[in-house]
């Protein structure tokens, strides 16, 4: 079983739409979450941390769900230029390294 | 001003060569990673350096040798390349326990 689990879309959606991506872990002891996003060809790059009462940035709610071990990203209103690949990641125990997920793919139509 | 910069870019080799990437931070960041990303897009850490110390080696072959001369630098040199090293290798930098950020990635084609 993989460390951080993702559908892996792609997830098409039209403008202004909507969208929840989810995300589930399995070290119990993970400590710190985040989500990245990726655009093709590109580095990863920090979207928002996940905090356990939950967190809003402008369009983007994250979720953390310790007792289930999930972590969502929601996106509302979507635009064009948020299509991507949106990437779940776990700091494991003793802040040693980040886990990425596989990802999940957004694609943001007009 | 280039957070954290690696070179080169691109790199095309033959197979049996060997080759060096090198990746700098100016964030002031004690830990250091290298993640390799293949083509499936799954990104897995290869190593890890805090304060120049190798903390993490995620069973990476011992033709993949990373070397730390100082915080603020974490170079990787691989020996006798082959077919299956071709990925994209990203350097990465944290202050331990925190989010990390990336270089621009070096696309790496075995030939």
């Known amino acids: 079983r993989k460390e951080v689990e993702q559908d892996p879309g792609p997830f098409n959606v039209p403008e202004g739409a909507t969208v929840a991506f989810n995300c589930t872990y399995s070290?119990?002891?993970?400590?710190?979450f985040f989500w990245y996003r990726q655009d093709c060809r590109k580095e990863p790059k920090l979207l928002m941390s996940?905090?356990?009462s939950g967190n809003e940035d402008g369009r983007f709610t994250a979720q953390l769900n310790r007792a289930s071990q999930y972590i969502s990203l929601l996106i509302r209103d979507s635009k064009l230029s948020d299509s991507a690949t949106y990437l779940c990641?776990?700091?494991?125990?003793?802040?040693?390294?980040?886990?990425f997920g596989t990802g999940t793919r957004l694609l943001v139509s007009p | 001003d280039t957070a954290v910069s690696q070179t080169p870019k691109y790199l095309v080799t033959q197979m049996g060569n060997d080759k060096s990437i090198k990746c700098e931070q100016n964030?002031?960041?004690?830990?250091m990673y290298w993640y390799k990303q293949d083509s499936k897009k799954f990104l897995k850490i290869m190593f890890s350096?805090?304060?120049?110390?190798?903390?993490i080696n995620e069973t990476v072959p011992n033709r993949f040798s990373p070397k730390s001369p100082d915080k603020a630098h974490l170079n990787l040199h691989i020996n006798s390349l082959e077919l299956g090293d071709s990925a994209v290798y990203f350097c990465a930098s944290s202050i331990q326990g925190a989010e990390a950020f990336f270089g621009q990635g070096t696309r790496l084609t075995v030939v």
């Open positions: 996940v905090y356990s």
């Open positions: 964030l002031g960041h004690d830990t």
């Open positions: 070290n119990s002891a993970s400590q710190s």
């Open positions: 990641v776990v700091m494991n125990t003793g802040f040693q390294k980040l886990v």
């Open positions: 350096y805090n304060n120049k110390e190798l903390i």
